[in-house]
C-alpha cells in the first residue's frame, strides 16, 4: 500500500518562504512521475507542479512558475516544493501525488495515490 505524508506547511507572511516534503512508501519510488497539488478555500483542487521520475523534467502551472520549483530524492523516497515570494493567493492545503506512469503530468486522473495535506497559508 502506497503511502505519501508531506510535511512543512505553516502560518507565515507574504514575501516568506518554505520548502514542502512528500515522503513515499509502498512503491518504487523511482519509476513515478510526481506532482503538487493545491486546494485553496471554497475552490477546487488545482495542479501546482509536477516532475518526472528522473527529476530531469519539470513543469510549473502559470502561477507559481518563476516562484515555485519542485524536485526530488530518489534515494530518500521524497519530494519537495520550494515556495519562494509566497502571496496571500498561494494560501491553500497541498497534496503530493505519485502517479502511475514515469513522465511528469498535470492530469489528476493520471495520478493514483494522494497524501493526505499540509496546510500553507501566507497573511499579508
Known amino acids: 500500500q502506497v503511502q505519501l505524508v508531506e510535511s512543512g506547511g505553516g502560518s507565515v507572511q507574504a514575501g516568506d518562504s518554505l520548502r514542502l516534503s512528500c515522503v513515499a512508501s509502498?512503491?518504487?519510488?523511482?519509476?513515478?512521475?510526481m506532482a503538487w497539488f493545491r486546494q485553496p478555500p471554497g475552490k477546487e483542487r488545482e495542479f501546482v507542479a509536477a516532475?518526472?521520475?528522473?527529476?530531469?523534467?519539470?513543469y510549473l502551472a502559470d502561477s507559481v512558475r518563476g516562484r515555485f520549483t519542485i524536485s526530488r530524492a530518489n534515494a530518500l523516497n521524497a519530494v519537495y516544493l520550494r515556495m519562494d515570494n509566497l502571496k496571500p493567493e498561494d494560501t491553500a492545503v497541498y497534496y503530493c501525488?505519485?502517479?502511475?506512469?514515469?513522465?511528469?503530468?498535470?492530469?489528476?486522473?493520471?495520478?493514483?495515490?494522494w497524501g493526505q495535506g499540509t496546510q500553507v497559508t501566507v497573511s499579508s
Open positions: 516532475i518526472g521520475w528522473s527529476g530531469d523534467s519539470t
Open positions: 501525488a505519485m502517479s502511475g506512469t514515469p513522465n511528469y503530468t498535470d492530469r489528476p486522473g493520471d495520478f493514483d495515490s
Open positions: 509502498g512503491r518504487t519510488f523511482s519509476n513515478h512521475g
